[in-house]
């Protein structure tokens, strides 16, 4: 039992560290803008440029899990991430700033993938939900990210300098407190055939559970990157309640995923993604259609709600469609991520400029029902799963 609890400490912090990395720099979003002057078509190709990055380490980093095993990959990528964070500090110009992200992007992909790559071994290895708790410490660290870069910003500290300090303590948390992570030996995602080949990855079960879970990240995206702007240019809202549509979304997000591994052991995560799926749903309409800034701010908070345990329960369900092959099956899905994010980048960016801000959100509330629908797709679970609850890890020392 020491083994698995070890592990869990140590991927939940890898969670922590990535959601305090990324939001750090997601966060000074605004001072890389002044710093370079940018415009929104080029914020919006810098996001492309991450985001399509990012996919890329995503892949490799599921190649990479079947060569070394995901542990070693997801520390060696949260140094990447780590030192990467900083480069953006160094640009001298708007192509030098695309490039150096583009190499944070890299990184964050590997770690996005691996890290769910481990935290799927230690649930399996723990017989028992636990991998909504892994997303719920991520939020935590990109809570604690952002109120950092707010407190530098503050004390007027200068973007190289802000992301230094926390590429050093990326590093630092990593080499003391990341070590415990499922060896190879101990996890059991990727394993050879009988003639010792990889197993192959299923293309059609990946791909419909990967289908739904591109409807989340399109929604979050949406609400990550334009729910700031509906609110003042759709709907006339100030500037200081614009800020509550995200606030909102986000802390339902975390709240939900602090508790979610009860209602998933309780009840199965087709009725969790099932019913998520059509609250986030009455959610997307509220915000369409909702005529007061505070009722479309529910709506976003009923987005959270909905939305908060599709990624970690899409991550087992690709893990367990894909017996012997699992790294590199969530390292596929993963890649929706980004998807989701470019498709929201462009197309609402396309549907204010054609048609008006106000319609911002129609796109990703008609995508939102299919996650409803699709919800028996997130049922794979492997054989030695109990549905007891029962402590009793299925990996020994």
């Known amino acids: 039992m020491e083994t698995t609890a070890r592990a869990r400490r140590a991927v939940a912090i890898a969670f922590a560290i990535q959601g305090l990395t990324f939001a750090s720099l997601l966060t000074r979003l605004p001072a890389m803008k002044d710093k370079f002057d940018l415009s929104d078509v080029d914020i919006l190709l810098l996001v492309l440029a991450v985001a399509g990055a990012s996919a890329v380490g995503s892949a490799v980093a ?16 949260l140094v990447g991430a780590s030192l990467a964070v900083a480069l953006p500090g160094v640009a001298g110009n708007f192509g030098a700033l695309v490039a150096l992200t583009s190499v944070y992007g890299l990184c964050v992909g590997a770690v996005d993938a691996s890290m769910n790559m481990q935290g799927v071994a230690v649930q399996d290895a723990y017989g028992r939900s636990i991998m909504t708790s892994f997303h719920a410490v991520w939020s ?83 609400v990550s990157t334009w729910s700031g702007i509906y609110m003042e240019d759709g709907l006339k809202a100030s500037a200081t309640a614009a800020p509550a549509a995200y606030g909102a979304y986000q802390v339902c997000l975390f709240l939900v995923r602090v508790v979610g591994d009860r209602f998933v052991q309780g009840y199965g995560a087709p009725a969790v993604v099932r019913i998520g799926g059509w609250v986030a749903t009455a959610g997307g309409l509220l915000v369409v259609v909702a005529p007061g800034v505070w009722l479309v701010v529910l709506g976003f908070a009923l987005l959270g709600l909905g939305l908060s345990l599709v990624p970690p329960l899409a991550m087992v369900a690709a893990a367990h469609a894909a017996p012997g092959a699992g790294d590199r099956a969530v390292a596929r899905v993963n890649v929706s991520n980004y998807a989701g994010f470019i498709v929201a980048a462009v197309a609402i960016a396309a549907i204010s400029e054609l048609v008006s801000a106000r319609a911002m959100f129609v796109l990703p509330a008609i995508v939102l029902p299919y996650l409803a629908l699709a919800a028996r797709r997130f049922a794979a679970q492997p054989a030695a799963l109990p549905v007891t609850g029962s402590e009793t890890p299925a990996i020994k020392e």
Do not use: H, K
Request: proline share 6%.
């Open 140 to 222: 935590l660290g990109a809570a604690l990210g952002a109120g950092y870069a707010a407190l530098t910003a503050e004390l007027d500290w200068s973007l190289g300098l802000s992301l230094i300090v926390i590429t050093g303590f990326g590093l630092a948390v990593n080499l003391i407190a990341c070590g415990g992570m499922l060896s190879v030996e101990a996890d059991p995602l990727e394993t050879p055939t009988a003639a010792g080949r990889l197993a192959p990855v299923p293309f059609w079960p990946v791909l419909l559970i990967a289908l739904p879970t591109f409807a989340m990240w399109l929604n979050d995206g949406a």
């Open 62 to 77: 599921g190649q990479a899990a079947t060569r070394w095993g995901s542990a070693w990959t997801l520390r060696l990528s």
